[in-house]
């Protein structure tokens, strides 16, 4: 009573040997008729289902992709999951998704663990800390899945070395702060507050890289930029916009702000509504991503959209596709400005 039932158990029941049993309950080997009817009742009425982990080790489980990410909880991080399992489930594979909380260590420790199970693609999602331990770590992650036959994806993340064998889609970040910085200079904004970034994060990095040149290329000084590297996230944007507006007396020097994500610019919002100014009456916000919270917002939030769940597909219909696995590819997906109401055109 109680106890799980064995692939013995089964082969007691259904009179054949246990080597019938695997076979029949594989799938992938010719059985009689009839051995086959009697394992499949007797794995039935006992209830018994088959070890995963023992199936994988004998060749028999079913082929999986693993994505790992910061965490589960952010609309970019969902798309791209959904993504993944999407075209995973098209090809008939299962996906395993797990968080690693930013944690270099976990992040280790579930490659390792989808290397040992076997995994045909590991999927890396999200900015990080560039630097010569990152690229290391990620050279070290692609040699030994490539040595158990898988595959290292990094999905909007930067590339290692350009000789590591790992399969990059990245998306076009600084391109879309780029266009977003240059629809406010379009509308006639010239001192522009930009917080909600993490210095060093390849992710923030990009799109200040985008809003500075695009200042440049309408000829505003650098100077007449605010930067307030405070990180992203909500916390972040409110503490940042408080600051900037605490120094000011509630009466801002700048016209617009660049919010480092979308959940950056609902905390502004909401911050400047308490300080009583209104957006875009008095102050112009845009956000990027495209989380749906930018829909919801009043005003609804002009904001870059990231085709999060394209890059989970491309990401798996890339690993999967037969591509030599010797070497590294890139694929670059595009970003475009999605306008709503939060931003408006100064008069001259």
Known sequence: MGERATIRDVAARAGVSVATVSRVLAGTYPTSAASRAKVLRAAKDLDYVANAHARALAGAGRKTIAVLMLDVVSSFYAAVAQGVEMEAARHERLTLVASTGADPARELALVQMMREQAAEAVVLVGGVVEDDEYRARMARYAQSLAAAGSRLVLCGRPAPAPDVPALVVEYDNEAGAHAITSHLLGAGHRRIAMIGYQP?????????????????????????????????????????????????????????????????????????????????????????????????????????????????????????????????????????????????????
């Open 200 to 348: 060093g994060n390849t992710t923030g990095e990009g799109r200040v890289r985008g809003c500075l040149r695009a200042l440049a290329d309408h000829g505003v000084p650098r100077s007449d930029v605010l930067l307030h590297d405070i990180g992203f996230g909500q916390n972040n944007g409110d503490r940042a916009i408080r600051e900037l507006l605490d120094k000011c007396d509630g009466r801002p020097d700048f016209t617009a702000v660049v919010a480092g994500d979308d959940r950056v610019a609902a905390a502004v919002v909401k911050a400047l509504a308490e300080y009583g100014l209104r957006v875009p009456d008095d102050i112009s916000v845009v956000g990027y991503n495209d989380d749906p919270v930018a829909a919801d917002m009043t005003p609804g939030l002009t904001t870059v959209h990231i085709p999060g769940e394209e890059l989970g597909r491309t990401a798996v219909r890339l690993a999967l596709g037969g591509s030599a696995r010797t070497g590294q590819q890139r694929h670059l997906l595009g970003t475009h400005i999605v306008v709503r109401d939060s931003v408006r055109r100064l008069t001259p």
